[in-house]
C-alpha cells in the first residue's frame, strides 16, 4: 500500500500534472484528425520524452495514448470518417446521431463511454498484473523464447489471408532488429563500421519513419479536407448522464474490451465491432442499430477504450506486447528504466506511478473531452496541405531529439518511404513492429536456454509450458488454413459477421 | 498487378540477401538467428513474388478488373509522393545548411503551395507558428537543435 501511495505523490506532482494535461490535448487533436491514432500519436511523442524523468514522460505518453483513443471518435461521429480503427463501428449509430442534430448528445456518451471503458480495463489491470507476474515468475528463457514466438504467430494470423506477408514483415523486423552488438558476446553485426548503428537501429527513429512520415505522405496525396462540422455543443451533459443508466452495456462491453484485449493480436478495432453485435444481438429493439441507437455507440466506446488499456496487462506483466501501439509503449518503459514483466515491481514506487498515470489519464481526457469538445472538433477543419508539413516537422524534431545525429533523420526518412510502400500495398507494417521490438526477447532467451540446457535443444520440447506454447504458435499458424477444412461457419453467427465487417485486418495499426 | 506488389517484397529481399552474405563475417552464435531469418525471408518472399506472378499470368483480366474496380483495396499512385519524398530531401538538406528552425519556417509554406494550397495569408502565420513551436519544444524537451552550417560560420 506504501507503494500505491508514494506512485500516487509522484504522478500528481505538479509537473507530471502539467504533461498529463499537455498529452492529453496533444492526443485529443491527433485523434481528431482522420486516419492518425495511438500508434502515430505515441511514436511521434515517444523521442521527445527522453530527457524527461521516467514518471514524467510515461504519465505524458499514457495520456497521450488515452486521449487519441477518445479523440478518433471525433471524426467518426461528427464526419462518418473513422478518426482511427478502433472508431469504424462509432460511426455506425455515431453519425446517424449526429444528422438527427444529437452530435453533442452522442459526443457525450463517446467521451463518459470511453473514460468509464478506460476505469475498466484499469481496475483489471490493477487486478491482474500481480497475479499474472507471479506467473511470469515461474517461467525461465525457454518459455519466454517461446511466448514472443507466439506473440509474432498470433500478429501473423491477425493480418486475415496476409499471413505470408505478416510472417515476412516480422521476420524482417527481427532481422533489423540484430543491427547493432548481439546480446550474448556484444560482437557488432551489420554496422558497416558506422558508430552510429553500434547501438543498433534507433527505435523510435525508426517507428516515426515507418508510421509518422508514411502517414504524411498519404496525406499530402489525399489532399483536401475541409470538412463542415455541425453544431455540438449542446447536449453534451444529457449524452454524459445517458450513460451512466446503461450499466449492462457498459459492463458488457468492458469485459468484451478487456478480455480481446489481453489477448494478442486482437485489437481495438475487433473489440468495438464485436461489442456493437453483441449488444444489438442483445437489445430489445435491434432495428434501431445503424439510426443512432445510443447503446450501438455506447458499447464500442467502452469496448475499444477498455481493449486499449487491458492491452497492456500482457505488455506489462509478461513482457509482451499485444499490439503495434503497446509494442512502443513497453519501448518508451524500456527506454525510462522500467522493464516490463517478472521484474516490473523491482522499481520501487515507479510502477505504481505509472499505474496511477493511466488512471489519471482517463480522467484528463473526459474532463478536457468534455470541456474543449467544440474547439478540438474543429481540427478536422484543418486543410491537408496545412497539416502535413507540421507532421513533418515534428517528425524529423522527433527522429533528431533521440541521440542529437542529423543521420537520425535521414534513416527516419527512408524508413518513412519504405513504410509507404508497404502501406500502399497493404502490407501489415505493426508486424514488422512487433518483429522489431521482439528481436532482443527472441535471440536473448534462446541462447539463454541452450546455455542453461548445455547446448540442448531438446530443452524447448521437454519443458511443459515451453512445448505447450511451440504447439499453439504453430496453431495459431496454420490456423488460417485449418480453419476452413475443420469448420463450416454457421450464418449470422457473431464471428461471420466480424469476419464480413473487416474487422482485426488493421487491428494491429491500433 | 502493380510494380510496387513486387517492388516491396523486393526489396525486403534484397536487404535479407545483403545481410545473410554478411553473416559470414559473424561467429556461429552472433549469425544464427540473422542467418535463419534471412533465409527465411528469402524463401517467403521468392514465394510470394512467383505465387503473384503466377496469379497474373493465370488470371490477367480478372486481377486487372479487381484493381480497378470501385472502392478496390489498393489506392493509385497519385505522383504527389514523388513531390512529398523530395521535399523532405530538401527540407533535410536545408536543416544542415540553415538549422530547423529556418528550414521548417520554409518547409510550411512552401509545402502547401506544393500541394495546391496558396493562401499565403495562412501559410506564413502558421509556418511562423510552426517554426516558433519547433523552438518552444527544443526548449521544453531540452533538445538542442541544430543551427545550421550557414548561419554558424556566419556567427563564427
Redesign the interface.
Known amino acids: 500500500m506504501d507503494m500505491w501511495w508514494e506512485g500516487l505523490q509522484t504522478a500528481v506532482q505538479g509537473i507530471n500534472l502539467l504533461y498529463l494535461l499537455g498529452g492529453t490535448v496533444f492526443g485529443l487533436i491527433i485523434g481528431a484528425l482522420p486516419g492518425l491514432g495511438p500508434m502515430f500519436a505515441v511514436t511521434l511523442a515517444l523521442p521527445?520524452?527522453?530527457?524527461?524523468p521516467a514518471a514524467t514522460a510515461i504519465i505524458m505518453l499514457s495520456a497521450i495514448h488515452a486521449a487519441t483513443a477518445y479523440g478518433d471518435s471525433l471524426a467518426s461521429i461528427l464526419i462518418n470518417t473513422p478518426g482511427g480503427v478502433g472508431s469504424v463501428a462509432s460511426c455506425w449509430d455515431g453519425f446517424p446521431l449526429s444528422q438527427q442534430g444529437k452530435s453533442g448528445y452522442a459526443l457525450g456518451i463517446s467521451a463518459s463511454g470511453s473514460f468509464l471503458g478506460g476505469i475498466i480495463g484499469w481496475i483489471f489491470l490493477v487486478a491482474t498484473a500481480p497475479l499474472l507476474i507471479s506467473f511470469a515468475l515461474m517461467m525461465g528463457p525457454a518459455e519466454y523464447f517461446m511466448i514472443a514466438i507466439l506473440a509474432l504467430s498470433l500478429l501473423s494470423m491477425a493480418s486475415q489471408g496476409q499471413t505470408?506477408?505478416g510472417?515476412?514483415?516480422g521476420?524482417?523486423g527481427?532481422?533489423l532488429s540484430?543491427i547493432g552488438r548481439?546480446p550474448?558476446?556484444g560482437?557488432p553485426?551489420?554496422t558497416f563500421g558506422s558508430m552510429f548503428l553500434e547501438d543498433g537501429l534507433p527505435l523510435a527513429v525508426v517507428f516515426i519513419g515507418f508510421f509518422a512520415?508514411s502517414q504524411?505522405?498519404v496525406l499530402?496525396?489525399k489532399?483536401g479536407s475541409v470538412m463542415e462540422v455541425r453544431q455540438m455543443k449542446k447536449g453534451v451533459m444529457s449524452g454524459v448522464i445517458d450513460v451512466f443508466r446503461r450499466p449492462i452495456t457498459v459492463i458488457r462491453g468492458g469485459i468484451i474490451g478487456v478480455f480481446l484485449g489481453i489477448m494478442p493480436a486482437l485489437g481495438i478495432s475487433t473489440a468495438s465491432i464485436i461489442a456493437y453485435l453483441v449488444e444489438k444481438r442483445s437489445s430489445r429493439h435491434p432495428e434501431t442499430f445503424g439510426k443512432g441507437a445510443p447503446a450501438g455507440l455506447l458499447a464500442p466506446e467502452v469496448a475499444k477504450n477498455s481493449c486499449l488499456v487491458g492491452d497492456l496487462i500482457p505488455t506489462l506483466t509478461l513482457g509482451i506486447p499485444g499490439s503495434g501501439v503497446t509494442a512502443i509503449f513497453m519501448a518508451a518503459l524500456i527506454m525510462h528504466g522500467i522493464q516490463p514483466g517478472p521484474d516490473y515491481f523491482s522499481k520501487g514506487s515507479l510502477p505504481y506511478a505509472v499505474f496511477v498515470g493511466i488512471l489519471l489519464a482517463q480522467f484528463a481526457f473526459f474532463i478536457l473531452g468534455l470541456l474543449f469538445v467544440g474547439q478540438i472538433a474543429k481540427v478536422v477543419m484543418v486543410?491537408?496541405?496545412?497539416l502535413?508539413?507540421?507532421i513533418?516537422?515534428?517528425s524529423?524534431?522527433g527522429a533528431?531529439?533521440m541521440r542529437?545525429f542529423?543521420i537520425d533523420?535521414?534513416i527516419a526518412?527512408l524508413f518513412?518511404?519504405?513504410g509507404?510502400?508497404?502501406m500502399?500495398?497493404?502490407?501489415p507494417l505493426p508486424c514488422f513492429v512487433l518483429g522489431f521490438v521482439l528481436g532482443d526477447i527472441?535471440?536473448s532467451n534462446?541462447?539463454r536456454a541452450l546455455l542453461i540446457s548445455k547446448g540442448s535443444y531438446l530443452t524447448f520440447l521437454t519443458r511443459p509450458g515451453s512445448l505447450i506454447l511451440l504447439i499453439c504458435a504453430i496453431l495459431s499458424l496454420t490456423w488460417p488454413y485449418l480453419k476452413p477444412l475443420l469448420f463450416k461457419p454457421r450464418q449470422g453467427s457473431i464471428l461471420v459477421e466480424v469476419d464480413n465487417l473487416g474487422a482485426g485486418r488493421d487491428d494491429m495499426d491500433d | 498487378m502493380k510494380y510496387?506488389?513486387l517492388?516491396?517484397?523486393g526489396?525486403?529481399g534484397i536487404?535479407?540477401g545483403a545481410?545473410l552474405i554478411?553473416?559470414a563475417k559473424?561467429?556461429r552464435?552472433?549469425?544464427l538467428?540473422?542467418k535463419i531469418?534471412?533465409l527465411?525471408?528469402i524463401v517467403?518472399?521468392v514465394?510470394?513474388i512467383v505465387e503473384e506472378l503466377y496469379k497474373n499470368f493465370k488470371q490477367p483480366a480478372t486481377l486487372a478488373s479487381k484493381e480497378e474496380a470501385p472502392g478496390a483495396?489498393?489506392?493509385p499512385?497519385?505522383g504527389?509522393?514523388e513531390?512529398?519524398?523530395a521535399s523532405?530531401?530538401v527540407?533535410?538538406g536545408l536543416?544542415?545548411l540553415i538549422g530547423?528552425a529556418a528550414a521548417?519556417f520554409f518547409?510550411?509554406i512552401f509545402?502547401?503551395y506544393l500541394?495546391?494550397?496558396r493562401r499565403m495569408k495562412?501559410?506564413i502565420p502558421?509556418?511562423l507558428g510552426?517554426a516558433a513551436l519547433?523552438v518552444l519544444?527544443?526548449k521544453v524537451?531540452?533538445?538542442?537543435?541544430?543551427a545550421g552550417l550557414l548561419i554558424t560560420s556566419l556567427i563564427n
Do not use: Q
Open positions: 521527445l520524452t527522453f530527457g524527461l505470408i506477408k510472417v515476412i514483415l521476420a524482417f527481427l532481422l540484430y548481439d550474448m558476446w560482437v553485426r551489420f512520415l504524411a505522405v499530402f496525396e489532399g486543410p491537408m496541405p496545412i502535413v508539413p507540421v513533418v516537422a515534428l524529423f524534431l533528431f531529439a542529437g542529423m533523420i535521414l526518412g518513412g518511404l519504405l509507404y510502400i508497404l500502399k500495398c497493404k502490407w527472441v535471440e534462446f541462447h | 510496387l506488389d517492388l516491396a517484397p526489396i525486403i536487404i535479407a545481410l554478411m553473416t559473424l561467429g552464435t552472433a549469425s538467428f540473422p531469418l534471412s527465411t525471408i517467403l518472399v514465394y510470394y483495396k489498393e489506392a499512385m497519385s504527389r509522393w513531390i512529398m519524398m523532405m530531401a527540407y533535410l536543416i544542415y530547423f521548417s518547409y510550411g509545402l502547401p500541394g495546391g494550397y495562412v501559410t502558421v509556418a510552426m519547433l519544444i527544443g524537451f531540452n533538445i538542442p537543435l541544430p
